[in-house]
């Protein structure tokens, strides 16, 4: 697709799942590596009334979707890379992955909301260092409203940027930098909307086209792509 690979924000963009089948059991990558998302559980195709975009509805009990191992080691990042996705939350639990590739602290890096008790609901960012992990958040996720979420991980500054609707938030780290995530090899699935192992933090609510790039994208990037996208969800 040379028109798709042009757009400068695609540019070393790694997965890009926009849920255009709107039904069966399986989900495309746009994107060049062309990763197949099979959905577990049969997650449900839905749509946003206003602009009839298709979503999926995850139900938080045991729906998620994955990409096998061996098809997913251009995404074991330990360098710069950057996660996106639209979301909309209902907060059933009290942590819900969001997308990861990890053992937790063993390899590989996560991203998930967490409905703190103290601070509220966050969007945390955890990369994981054979025998533990570090970790970095921020808050203003609302239950049952669309918003576009993600992070920009710089690996020269060991750190990383939380951005919430185009926007850049107070990104808290956990008094250490954001170490480079150990590699898992060919040994981590990519999993979406559930931990590894597929039984813990599932994810309850809509999700629309879940997004990974091997580069940081800067704030007029995140911005860019935020205003691309709004009109869909009326915000």
Same mark, same amino acid.
């Given at each position: 697709?040379r028109?798709?690979?042009?757009i ?6 790694l ?5 255009t ?7 495309h990558?746009r ?5 197949? !998302? /099979? ?5 449900? +195709?839905?749509? #946003?009334?206003l %602009? ?10 045991n729906?998620?979707?994955?990409v ?5 080691q251009d ?11 639209w ?9 819900m992955v969001?997308m ?5 602290d063993a ?8 409905d703190n008790?103290?601070l ?6 955890r990369?994981n ?8 958040? !921020? /808050?203003?996720f609302?239950?049952?409203v +669309?918003?576009? #979420?993600?992070f %920009?991980?710089?690996s020269?500054?060991q750190?990383?940027?939380?951005y919430?609707d185009g926007?850049a ?14 590699a ?11 931990q ?13 086209r879940?997004?990974?790039?091997n580069?940081?994208l800067?704030a ?16």
């Amino acid at each position: 697709m040379r028109g798709y690979d042009k757009i400068s924000l695609n540019h070393g963009i790694l997965l890009d799942l926009p849920f255009t089948e709107a039904t069966g059991a399986i989900t495309h990558d746009r994107a060049k590596p062309h990763h197949i !998302a /099979a959905l577990t559980n049969a997650p449900t +195709w839905d749509e #946003i009334a206003l %602009s009839g975009l298709g979503v999926l509805s995850l139900d938080g009990v045991n729906q998620y979707l994955q990409v096998p191992a061996a098809d997913t080691q251009d995404l074991d990042f330990t360098g710069d890379f950057t996660l996106a996705t639209w979301v909309y939350p209902v907060y059933l639990v009290t942590s819900m992955v969001i997308m990861c590739r990890n053992g937790t602290d063993a390899c590989g890096w996560c991203m998930y909301l967490y409905d703190n008790p103290v601070l509220g609901t966050l969007l945390s960012f955890r990369t994981n260092q054979a025998g533990d992990h570090t970790e970095c958040y !921020a /808050a203003g996720f609302p239950d049952s409203v +669309w918003q576009l #979420i993600g992070f %920009s991980r710089d690996s020269a500054g060991q750190t990383a940027i939380c951005y919430k609707d185009g926007q850049a938030l107070t990104t808290v780290f956990n008094g250490i930098p954001l170490l480079d995530p150990i590699a898992c090899v060919a040994t981590k699935k990519l999993l979406i909307g559930v931990q590894d192992g597929e039984a813990i933090n599932l994810y309850k609510g809509k999700m629309w086209r879940p997004r990974a790039w091997n580069r940081n994208l800067s704030a007029a990037e995140w911005k860019e792509l935020f205003d691309m996208e709004r009109h869909f969800f009326g915000v």
